[in-house]
Every structure is written in C-alpha cells, then in structure tokens.
C-alpha cells in the first residue's frame, strides 16, 4: 500500500515539469514571433516614411507650381501674353512634372509595402503545430 501512494509522486513532478517546459517554450516561440513581427514592421515602417517624405515633396511642389501657375495667369492677363508670363508658365509647368515624377516614385514604393509575410507563415504553422492531435504516451511496462 505504501508503495502505491508514492508512485504518483513521481508521474506527478514528471507532467509538472512537463507542462512547465511546454508553458516555458510557448512563451520563448510567442516572445520570438513577437521580435520577428517587430523586424518586419521596422523595415515597412522605413520604407513607408520614404514614400511619405516623396508625397510630401510632390505635395509642396504642387504649392509651388500652383502659386506660380497664378501669378503667370495675373500676370497673362495684365501683359496679354508679354514674355513674363511665359517664362512663370514654363517654370510652372517643369514644377509640375517634377511633381508627378516624385508621386509616381512615391506611389511606387507604397506598393512594395506589405503585410509582414515570415511572421504570419510562422505563426500560422505554430497555430496548425498546437492543433494536431498528440497520440497519448504509451504506458510503460511494468514488470
């Protein structure tokens, strides 16, 4: 009898530091999903405020063109077509396609922009890895 009542003791400290040991390594994968999110995001994050900064130049120079598109048609309508007014419709018109080149290189690297991909593999494996069904441990012979 008093051997049954110490042969659980051990089974017992054997599924203990089992479940410690899965909880410790749940934590360590979640902790490391969580760090290569991180990895991918920074770099998106890069990658994003370059875009940014080329929307905000094409925006500004849209400002300036548009000020100086103004000024020319004041100027058009004062002159009737004298040389000044042609000369701020071209650099107006140069400022503009500056303007475009930058949106569309802007554009283009919103684009490449994209959800972080080795995360949400990994983490979908992990998810399918923790569904499986586990075969239950064989018992031991005794003899």
Same mark, same amino acid.
């Given at each position: ?35 290569? $999110? ?53 650099? $107006? ?51």
């Amino acid at each position: 009898m008093t051997g049954t009542g110490t042969s659980p003791r051990p089974d017992d400290e054997t599924l203990g530091g089992l479940l410690a040991d899965a909880s410790r390594d749940l934590s360590t994968l979640v902790r490391s999903e969580i760090e290569l $999110a991180k990895a991918e995001i920074r770099m998106d994050v890069k990658h994003g405020a370059q875009a940014g900064a080329m929307f905000g130049a094409a925006a500004f120079l849209s400002l300036l063109a548009l000020i100086l598109l103004l000024i020319s048609a004041a100027y058009g309508l004062v002159a009737a077509g004298l040389g000044p007014a042609v000369a701020f419709l071209v650099v $107006a018109g140069a400022l503009l396609v500056l303007a475009a080149l930058l949106g569309l290189v802007g554009k283009k690297a919103v684009s490449r922009l994209g959800p972080p991909e080795r995360t949400i593999r990994t983490s979908k494996e992990t998810a399918a890895f923790l569904k499986k069904p586990r075969a239950p441990h064989a018992p031991t012979a005794k003899t």
